[in-house]
C-alpha cells in the first residue's frame, strides 16, 4: 500500500456558484506552498494531493495552515480489490489505533464491483470484531474505518485531523492590513485571510522616535501571518514628519485624532495602487480613546473604502486567546515603542468634531507630506516563517 493525502472542504462546498473557482484556488495556494514534487487531483467531495513518503509530514503542516480544508486525512492505496486481502489491510490499518467503537463505511467507485457496499461493511466489520476486542456503534463510533472500492485499486482511510476551515486566500480578492506591534491588528490580519482575502501589510514608522527593532518585531509578525497568506508584501511609511508636523501644531488632545486620519489617508491611497478594495485594521470597540464610536466615525470619515475591524467586538482576552493561537501573542508583547504610544497625550479626546479635525487639518501641509511619505515607501517581501514540522502521523 501507498499512501495519499486526502482533503475535504467543509463550507467550501456550499459556494455552489463559485465552487470551480474556490476549488482551482485552492489546489493553487496548494501548489504555490509546496516546493518538492507532487500531483493534486480533486473533484466536488475532496482533493488528492500526492507526494514522496518523506514528504509527507511537511505537506500536512502546510495543508495545517491553509484555508479552505475542513479535514486532513492520510489515506492508503492498495493495488488489490480481492475480498481476502482488503480484510487483511483493514486489519493492518487499525492495527495501532485504540479505539472501542467503530463502524465501517464502505463505497464503491465502481458500482460493478460484485459486493454491495452494505454486505461489504457487514463483511470487514465482523473481521474486525473477531479480531479486536470492539463493538460496533453506527451513530457515534469512535473510529470510522473507510474503504472505497475503485476500478483498479481500493483506498483506505481512518480518521483525519481539523483543517482551519476559511476560504482559499485570493478567492475574496485583496485588502490591506495597518499592521502594528500590538495584539490586535495580527489578529485582524488572520481573521481577515480566514475569509479568503489575500492581504498586504502596511506599518507606519517613526525613526528615530521608534526603533529599528520595533521595525524588526513588525516583520516577524508578518512573516507569521504569511504561514497562512504566503508571498506577503509589508509597506512601510516612514510617518516621522507628517507626526512631527502634527505634535508642533495640532492641540494635544487631538493628536492622535489627526494622526489616526493622516494614517488612514495613506493606507487608502496604497490601497487603491494596489486594488486593495478594503482596509482592515485592529480597532476593538471601547478599547482606547481612538476607539470610541464617536472617533472611529471622525476617524473613519477620512476614507471611502470600506474598513474591516474583525476584533471590533472582541473582549481583550478573546484576541489574547487567537494570538496565542496563531503564535503572534509572544512577538507582539516584546517590548519596543509603537509610533502610537511614542506621543500619546494623557487625556486625548474622546468625542473629536470633524469640524475641528478639517480647522486643525489646515494648519499643515498635510497632502505634500502624504505624498511624499507615499513616494519614499519600502516595500519588503516577507519570507514567511519556518513551519514547525510535527510529526502527526
Ligand atoms: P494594536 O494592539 O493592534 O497595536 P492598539 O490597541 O494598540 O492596537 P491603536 O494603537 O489605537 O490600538 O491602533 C489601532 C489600529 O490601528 C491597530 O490595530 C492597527 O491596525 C492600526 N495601527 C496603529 N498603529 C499602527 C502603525 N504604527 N502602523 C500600522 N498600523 C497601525
Ligand atoms: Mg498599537
Do not use: W
Amino acid at each position: 500500500m501507498h499512501k495519499t493525502i486526502i482533503i475535504k472542504y467543509g463550507e467550501l462546498s456550499t459556494k455552489k456558484a463559485n465552487i470551480n473557482f474556490f476549488l482551482k484556488t485552492l489546489k493553487d495556494n496548494i501548489h504555490n506552498s509546496l516546493t518538492y514534487q507532487h500531483t493534486i487531483t480533486y473533484d466536488y467531495g475532496r482533493m488528492f494531493i500526492d507526494v514522496a513518503e518523506e514528504n509527507i509530514n511537511s505537506t500536512i503542516d502546510i495543508l495545517k495552515h491553509t484555508f479552505g480544508i475542513h479535514e486532513i486525512i492520510i489515506g492508503f492505496i492498495g493495488e488489490s480489490r480481492e475480498l481476502e486481502n482488503i480484510e487483511k489491510n483493514v486489519i493492518a490499518l487499525i492495527k495501532d489505533h485504540e479505539f472501542s467503537t467503530f463502524k465501517v463505511e464502505t463505497k464503491r467507485s465502481d458500482k460493478s464491483y460484485p459486493i454491495n457496499s452494505m454486505e461489504m461493511n457487514n463483511k470487514l466489520g465482523g473481521v474486525i470484531l473477531k479480531n479486536r476486542n470492539v463493538s460496533v456503534d453506527v451513530h457515534n463510533p469512535e473510529l470510522i474505518v473507510h474503504v472505497e472500492i475503485r476500478k483498479d485499486a481500493t483506498l483506505y482511510y481512518l480518521n483525519g485531523i481539523a483543517g482551519l476551515g476559511g476560504y482559499p486566500v485570493g478567492t475574496l480578492g485583496k485588502g490591506l492590513l495597518m499592521l502594528s506591534g500590538g495584539i490586535d491588528s495580527p489578529v485582524a490580519g488572520y481573521l481577515t485571510i480566514k475569509r479568503g482575502v489575500k492581504l498586504s501589510a502596511l506599518y507606519f514608522e517613526s525613526p528615530p522616535h521608534t526603533s529599528e527593532m520595533a521595525k524588526e518585531k513588525v516583520i516577524k509578525l508578518a512573516r507569521v501571518l504569511a504561514k497562512y497568506n504566503p508571498n506577503m508584501n509589508l509597506y512601510v511609511i516612514n510617518f516621522t514628519k507628517i507626526q512631527e508636523a502634527i505634535l508642533k501644531n495640532i492641540p494635544y488632545e487631538y493628536l492622535i485624532t489627526i494622526m489616526r486620519r493622516m494614517m488612514y489617508r495613506i493606507a487608502e491611497a496604497i490601497a487603491k495602487k494596489e486594488n486593495s478594495k478594503i482596509i482592515v485594521n485592529g480597532e476593538s470597540i471601547g478599547q482606547v480613546a481612538s476607539q470610541t464610536l464617536t472617533s472611529m466615525s471622525v476617524i473613519n470619515a477620512v476614507v471611502n473604502m470600506p474598513v474591516i475591524r474583525p476584533v471590533a467586538c472582541f473582549d481583550k482576552l478573546e484576541i489574547i486567546d487567537i494570538a496565542n493561537k496563531i503564535g503572534t501573542f509572544d512577538i507582539s508583547t516584546l517590548p519596543y515603542e509603537d509610533c502610537c504610544t511614542v506621543f500619546v497625550p494623557e487625556h486625548p479626546v474622546i468625542n473629536p468634531e470633524i469640524s475641528k479635525c478639517i480647522e486643525y487639518e489646515k494648519l499643515i501641509p498635510y497632502e505634500e507630506l502624504i505624498a511624499e511619505a507615499i513616494k519614499n515607501k519600502e516595500i519588503i517581501k516577507i519570507k514567511e516563517e519556518e513551519k514547525k514540522f510535527e510529526d502527526i502521523l
